[in-house]
């Protein structure tokens, strides 16, 4: 048995305590230690986004982050970007009504960065929703959908009645 | 894709961190955002014995605007660095360097002195702290010592950083007035490490200018610092004279991304495109 060290972490709300190797990595971490499987693991180098998290608010890769550095901190997964009543969060429903995803391995990442990007532009033209989400890569939508989840998520999280966040728009800029 | 094994140190203060440092002498990293390490770690390029986590350290998140300059502390992470209003109106460099410093996600966990450290040859921020006549503070438990940006870099992910050290800050000076500045770069894909990129720093009067520098990324083994001043005549930059200075200096080397000629086509074209914004920023500046 190797060394572990122990950590304690707010997951989702949650107290968590687990006790791991130094080189577990936090998106190891989440999915194995603690079963939350929505975090995505792509390309293990920081490059895809599929991984990214919450932490204390801010996103960050989980691939890139030791789970023993984080001692004390909050995590956010896409599991916690749900609506308190358990249903689909602003973004999860804006990337459905959008038709953002198709296979839905890249989502957890996106669902995660915008949920943070919104937190602080509540509304983004389609140039900075396309900006937002740079930095997370999708195989299969070419991105015109997401662009439109971003602005309808945007909508949806202030009660905004449906208006410039149309698929149909968004695809044709 | 997993790292290698290792024993983790979690120092809770400065001398803590350094204790271990000295304890642990070649055997030990330090971890600070990881954006760099991690990766290798995984890749298994890198497989340190022991890591010092810096992130419980107190008092090293700091972003310090001065009359000298801006200091920048070994935990302040590049968003912080980049989104800090008195460093940009210092220094508005730094700014105009982060925002292409990959992704913001990267840049909320990456820090600015662990970029310095890690010396890669296509980073932004050793060529700020080149055009900056900046420097890196080193301390270990014996004390401290400053050693200028012109020294540091000393090789692709080389740096006069020794064993037992850690890399504490690092201090952008403050150019002479009427001094105007841009960053730009080609990469291939948004958020990547440049193939070319170029900072420019001049100062200018009246609309003639009186200094012109350039730092080249990703077309040499380090940051390539280069003075214009043969070239300026009549207040302007030889485009010319320019162009021999930039291919004399310069060195780049063909990879997957780019071959050594396209380097070279993009460094002058960029050297050229960042003069002509850092022209523009002293002229706004001034008015
Ligand atoms: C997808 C991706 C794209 C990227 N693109 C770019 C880019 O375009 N431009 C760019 O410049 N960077 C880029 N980076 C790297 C990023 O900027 C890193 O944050 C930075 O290079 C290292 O900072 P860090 O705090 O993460 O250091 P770490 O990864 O923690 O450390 C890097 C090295 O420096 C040492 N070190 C760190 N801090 C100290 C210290 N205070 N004292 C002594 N030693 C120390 C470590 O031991 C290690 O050897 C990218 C990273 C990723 C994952």
Request: proline share 6%; glycine share 10%; charged share 20%.
């Amino acid at each position: 048995m190797r060394e572990t060290v122990r950590v304690s972490l707010t997951v989702n709300g949650s107290p968590r305590d687990l006790d791991v190797e130094p080189r577990r990595l936090l998106s190891d971490a989440l999915r194995h230690d603690l079963r939350l499987t929505g975090t995505h693991v792509g390309c293990e180098h920081g490059v895809c986004g599929a991984c990214t998290v919450l932490v204390d608010g801010t996103p960050m890769r989980s691939c890139l982050l030791f789970a023993v550095s984080l001692d004390g901190a909050s995590v956010t997964t896409v599991e916690g970007c749900r609506a308190p009543d358990g249903g689909l969060g602003p973004v999860q429903q804006a990337f459905h009504e959008c038709h953002a995803l198709q296979c839905g391995f890249c989502t957890p990442g996106f669902v995660t960065t915008v949920t943070a990007y919104l937190a602080e532009h509540a509304d983004p033209s389609a140039a900075d929703a396309r900006e937002a989400i740079a930095g997370n890569l999708c195989r299969c939508t070419g991105y015109q959908n997401i662009v439109a989840a971003v602005q309808r998520a945007a909508e949806l999280s202030q009660g905004r009645p449906s208006g410039a966040a149309d698929p149909a728009s968004g695809a044709s800029q | 894709m997993k790292p290698a094994p290792f024993a983790y140190h979690r120092p809770r203060s400065l001398a803590e961190a350094l204790d271990m440092l000295a304890d642990l002498g070649e055997e030990a990293k330090v971890l600070a955002g990881g954006q760099s390490l991690v990766p290798l770690m995984s890749m298994r390029l890198a497989s340190p014995a022991h890591l010092v986590d810096l992130n419980q350290v107190p008092g090293l998140a700091t972003v310090d605007v001065g009359a000298e300059g801006v200091r920048v502390g070994a935990l302040a992470r590049h968003s912080q660095v980049e989104h800090d209003t008195a460093s940009y109106d210092a220094l508005p460099l730094l700014r105009q360097a982060l925002r292409q410093v990959a992704h913001p996600t990267i840049r909320n966990r990456g820090t600015t002195v662990g970029s310095l450290v890690h010396g890669d040859p296509a980073a932004e921020m050793p060529a700020v702290l080149m055009l900056l006549d900046g420097s890196v503070t080193l301390n270990d438990v014996n004390g401290t010592r400053d050693v200028a940006a012109t020294a540091f870099f000393k090789g692709p992910m080389e740096t006069d950083l020794r064993p037992g050290e850690l890399a504490v800050g690092a201090s952008f000076r403050r150019p002479p007035p009427g001094s105007g500045s841009a960053f730009v770069e080609v990469s291939r894909r948004h958020g990547d490490y440049a193939m070319c990129g170029v900072g420019a720093l001049v100062t200018a009067s009246e609309g003639a200018l009186s200094a012109a520098r350039v730092c080249l990324v990703g077309v040499g083994t380090r940051p390539v610092l280069l003075d214009l001043a043969p070239a300026l005549g009549d207040g302007v930059v030889d485009d010319e004279a320019s162009a021999a200075l930039v291919d004399a200096a310069i060195d780049p080397e063909t990879d997957i991304h780019a071959t050594a000629d396209y380097r070279r086509h993009l460094a002058h074209v960029l050297v050229r495109r960042a003069l002509a914004e850092a022209r523009t920023a002293a002229e706004a500046r001034a008015a």
